[in-house]
């Protein structure tokens, strides 16, 4: 069983360089999440979406953007690399949107920019 | 707005000894409550979940949590830690409205031998 599948593992950013994270689930869950994870500060949810096409932002998409054009698919993407954008990214998703619905979680993107 | 707080940054308990990791929540209706688990270089693990019912709840690895109304706390525990329990652990309130979480800040967990 995949579950939720993150890629890349770890990449290294410069400065004012883009790029997308990509997160996959086989489970055709329809409610997906991107959370960051810094340091003392737990999980700050990013943006999520109910079903294909439809998202909406959480506590902190400033710099990020989403799409979700399949079920399975929900890439976060960087448009301008900055050095507060160095996080731990996990995407998450949950069947449903019932809050007794746990969230499964990917392993996680580790992302630093320079 | 929904907030939960994890007092502890690190703990630090011998093999063997108890465990309690302290959870207070912040919400204004019938709080959904999470434990998760996260080894390192790991996703998070689902430790147990709080809905509804009998206060005391069970979970995977030997973990139970108890709710507490009156305190706001849904507290972790453990009789007896082994050294694989040593992890980072997120309590963690469903937000109304698209199943959101609304994680506290974690508790590192190291275990001595």
């Known amino acids: 069983n995949a579950g939720v599948t993150q890629t890349p593992k770890f990449r290294i950013l410069k400065i004012g360089q883009s790029m997308t994270l990509q997160c996959a689930q086989d489970m055709n869950h329809n409610y997906m999440y991107w959370y960051r994870q810094d340091p003392g500060m737990g999980l700050k949810l990013i943006y999520y979406?109910?079903?294909?096409?439809?998202?909406d932002k959480g506590e902190v998409p400033n710099g990020y953007n989403v799409s979700r054009s399949t079920t399975e698919d929900f890439p976060l993407r960087l448009e301008l690399a900055a050095p507060s954008q160095t996080s731990v990214y996990f995407c998450a998703s949950s069947p449903t949107g019932s809050r007794n619905q746990p969230q499964h979680f990917g392993d996680g993107t580790r992302l630093s920019i320079l | 707005a929904q907030s939960v707080t994890q007092p502890d940054i690190h703990i630090t308990v011998s093999e063997g000894a108890s465990l309690e990791l302290r959870c207070n929540y912040s919400?204004?209706?019938?709080?959904?409550l999470f434990w998760y688990v996260q080894s390192p270089g790991q996703g998070l693990q689902l430790l147990l979940k709080?809905?509804?019912?009998?206060?005391l709840v069970q979970g995977i690895k030997g973990f139970e949590a108890e709710f507490k109304r009156s305190q706001s706390s849904f507290n972790l525990r453990k009789p007896s830690v082994h050294w694989s329990d040593a992890a980072e652990y997120f309590c963690?309130?469903?937000?109304?409205?698209?199943?959101?979480?609304?994680f506290g800040a974690g508790t590192i967990l190291r275990v001595k031998s």
């Open positions: 963690a309130v469903g937000a109304p409205g698209g199943n959101k979480l609304v």
């Open positions: 709080y809905f509804s019912g009998d206060t």
């Open positions: 919400y204004g209706a019938t709080p959904y």
């Open positions: 979406s109910v079903g294909a096409g439809i998202t």
